[in-house]
């Protein structure tokens, strides 16, 4: 049996995992489907604190990862499909297999990318419809592009898509943008971003499903439609946190994230950190801080 199973290996978890390593626990690190987490698809960090010149999403998890390694933290790949958290020792289940007993849980299974749920776009993921800039922008050198958001996200597609494509439009569906100041000031300098306001894409437009050929819009004031030729669209509206294993395990609010008191679920032994837990700031710097939490909060469990 083990002290500790971590399920996630973003800045949370690999962060729990240097925690409890250091104490001694020697944790089990679960990586999950995406090893490292969203930033090992983000370019460029520039506000996680102490890289003057910011670092690249990849090399920060490699770092993580090595150092988790380095205190005896084992890091092991697979998915968790199903969990026990009603019996003891806690059980889970990897890749409906091989099934893990731990005293202790931290769950940091992180959040996914949403998409508009048009039957459309659905069609055409991975050939011109993206939720990864920092992945399929090199695609679209000289080409049109859209992105759709008017958060953070959005606005850091569009900026990092603007390097490669000939023009990108953000279309959101109110007249004002919810990114940090920032953000929107560097968005709006750029001469190759455009931004359509107060509206929304109700098809994407293709050739017999192949390819991405433009989007049909409705502007939400007037009710006019249009049609803009664009020839890849980045989906940039919000995630969902990843909580699909632990359904009826561990009290969620109403959209799935996980209810915490700091880093305790409803279920004592069972923690959870990062954004999978945290609607409100999700950031690596907040996941990895909660991460942090969750090991101290679970070491003072198994000694109480
Ligand atoms: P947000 O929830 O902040 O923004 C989602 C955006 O998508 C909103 O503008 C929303 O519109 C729009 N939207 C939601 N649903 C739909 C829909 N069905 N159709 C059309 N538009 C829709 O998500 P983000 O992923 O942008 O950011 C999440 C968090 O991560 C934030 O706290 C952000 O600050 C942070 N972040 C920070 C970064 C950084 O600091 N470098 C980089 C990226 C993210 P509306 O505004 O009308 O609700």
């Not at 919000?238 to 409803?266: C, M, S, W």
Request: glycine share 10%; hydrophobic share 45%.
């Amino acid at each position: 049996m083990e002290n500790m199973v971590i399920i996630g290996s973003g800045p949370a978890g690999l962060t729990a995992a240097i925690y409890s390593a250091r104490a001694g626990l020697k944790p089990v690190v679960l990586e999950g489907i995406q090893p490292g987490g969203q930033l090992v698809i983000t370019n460029l960090i520039e506000n996680y604190p102490g890289f003057l010149d910011g670092i690249d999403g990849p090399t920060l998890m490699m770092t993580l990862r090595s150092q988790a390694e380095r205190f005896g933290a084992r890091l092991k790949s697979g998915e968790v499909t199903a969990v026990d958290f009603r019996r003891k020792p806690f059980q889970v289940v990897v890749d409906g297999g091989e099934a893990l007993e731990a005293k202790t849980i931290i769950i940091a299974t992180g959040a996914s990318a949403i998409y508009l749920g048009l039957e459309s776009e659905q069609a055409l993921i991975g050939r011109g419809v993206s939720a990864c800039a920092t992945c399929d922008a090199a695609l679209y050198r000289d080409k049109a592009v859209a992105v759709v958001g008017g958060g953070d996200t959005a606005m850091e597609e569009a900026l990092f898509l603007a390097r490669f494509a000939s023009r990108v439009t953000i279309i959101h569906r109110r007249d004002q943008f919810r990114a940090s100041k920032i953000m929107i000031e560097r968005v709006l300098k750029n001469p190759k971003i455009q931004v359509l306001w107060n509206s929304v894409v109700i098809e994407v437009l293709d050739v017999v499903r192949r390819e991405v050929v433009g989007l049909r819009l409705k502007h939400i004031q007037t009710g006019a439609i249009s049609d803009l030729p664009v020839e890849g669209l980045f989906v940039a509206i919000g995630h969902r946190p990843n909580t699909e294993p632990f359904a009826g395990q561990v009290a969620t609010d109403k959209t799935g994230y996980i209810l915490t008191d700091h880093t305790r679920t409803n279920i004592p032994g069972v923690f959870a950190a990062g954004d999978v837990q945290d609607p409100e700031y999700r950031q690596a710097i907040t996941a990895a801080g909660s991460g942090c939490m969750a090991a101290l909060e679970a070491e003072r469990y198994l000694n109480a």
